[in-house]
């Protein structure tokens, strides 16, 4: 069964560092979304991509933020100053379609500790 | 704007019991779906079920199945027959278009849910 992958498991960084997180979509998914969940909390939506270009992010995504699909696989989350803030389990999905009742699969994601 | 509440943050049943998850949403949109997720310690999030607002019957899925109460903007997991393997987080979320097409998920908070022998 197809699956999403996340690389690393997880990543312990430095304060102000930038760290990338990488994420295999489903091959014939079209639609790519990050989601955060720090440790105890709930899942929050951080930012949607399709066509090459962000759909929609949230009030979190700001401008330390970004996303990258550089070749035809890979879905990229860029930290560019990692703040303690940012320790939390990072999801990425994907789906096939935009309809409310397409499925996101979800990656087993990538823990980051900011230290 | 969407909310999901979840108002049971732990939840312990005998196993071999039926135990029921709450949820409630609050949405605007004509159309949305509703989805439980299970995280077992490990992290991961796992599909269990969903059900779309225009359905007319409750959706199941083996063990799980979904009380939806549309009157009353509810969507509660129904876990039958509980195995210690069901001990884990588990979350509702909505499903919700957005302008310039796309979707994503709203999250509730979370019910932990402990199956005992």
């Known amino acids: 069964e197809p699956e999403v992958t996340q690389t690393p498991s997880h990543q312990v960084t430095q304060m102000g560092q930038e760290v990338i997180l990488r994420c295999v979509p489903i091959?014939?998914?079209?639609?790519f979304y990050w989601y955060r969940q720090i440790l105890g909390q709930k899942v929050e939506f951080l930012v949607s991509?399709?066509?090459?270009?962000?759909?929609?992010k949230s009030e979190i995504f700001d401008d330390q933020f970004s996303v990258e699909r550089p070749d035809g696989s890979n879905f990229t989350l860029k930290i560019r100053s990692t703040k303690l803030e940012d320790s939390a389990m990072y999801f990425c999905?994907?789906?096939?379609?935009?309809?409310?009742?397409?499925?996101?699969?979800f990656g087993p994601g990538t823990r980051l500790t900011v230290l | 704007a969407q909310k999901i509440t979840q108002t049971q943050p732990g939840m312990f049943v005998q196993e071999k019991e039926a135990v029921t998850l709450d949820c409630t949403y609050d949405?605007?949109?004509?159309?949305?779906?509703l989805f439980w997720y299970k995280q077992p310690s490990s992290g991961e999030m796992i599909f269990l079920i969903y059900?779309?607002?225009?359905?007319?019957q409750n959706a199941t899925e083996g063990r799980y199945s979904l009380n939806f109460q549309k009157a009353r903007k509810s969507a509660n997991l129904v876990i039958s027959a509980s195995q210690l393997g069901d001990s884990a987080m588990y979350f509702c979320?909505?499903?919700?278009?957005?302008?310039?097409?796309?979707?994503?998920?709203?999250f509730g908070t979370g019910t932990q849910l402990k199956v005992e022998l």
């Open positions: 949405t605007s949109d004509p159309s949305y779906g």
């Open positions: 979320a909505m499903s919700s278009t957005f302008t310039g097409g796309g979707n994503k998920l709203t």
């Open positions: 059900q779309g607002s225009y359905d007319q």
């Open positions: 999905a994907s789906s096939d379609g935009l309809a409310v009742y397409n499925e996101q699969f």
């Open positions: 091959s014939n998914h079209l639609y």
């Open positions: 991509f399709y066509n090459n270009e962000i759909s929609e």
